[in-house]
Nanobody, 123 residues
Framework: QVQFVESGGGLVQPGGSLRLSCAAD????????MGWYRQAPGEQREEQRE???????????NYADSVKGRFTISRDNAKNTVYLQMNTLKPEDTAVYYC?????????????WGKGTLVTVSS
């Protein structure tokens, strides 16, 4: 079991910024593909989570169209941490943001989620 712990959520006004962090208790963090997903508050099912951004082992990234140009994902392998810098926030960005880590192994795919951090964009 790998633990991912998110932090940095909160209440922000439209147009504002937040930086989310996700720390992993994993010594080979660099082997993981890390992603940020979001889900409307109150929704429970994992399949309802929307991919926001993802960063691969080689540090290539991809983003949902709705956040391109506003959000930036990055990772610091020395600190076992992935970040999501969110700028020009909009009310529709309000969601619970989840950190996800995936890693291929000889026996299959390892896939773990954090517990989420709430981001509320409101005036």
């Amino acid at each position: 079991q790998v633990q991912f712990v998110e932090s940095g959520g909160g209440l922000v006004q439209p147009g504002g910024s937040l930086r989310l962090s996700c720390a992993a208790d994993e010594s080979i963090f660099s082997f993981w593909t890390m992603g940020w997903y979001r889900q409307a508050p109150g929704e429970q099912r994992e399949e309802q989570r929307e991919l926001v951004a993802r960063i691969f082992q080689n540090e290539n990234t991809n983003y949902a169209d709705s956040v391109k140009g506003r959000f930036t994902i990055s990772r610091d392998n020395a600190k076992n941490t992935v970040y999501l810098q969110m700028n020009t926030l909009k009310p529709e960005d309000t969601a619970v943001y989840y950190c996800n880590g995936k890693r291929m192994t000889p026996t299959g795919i390892m896939n773990f989620w954090g517990k989420g951090t709430l981001v509320t964009v409101s005036s």
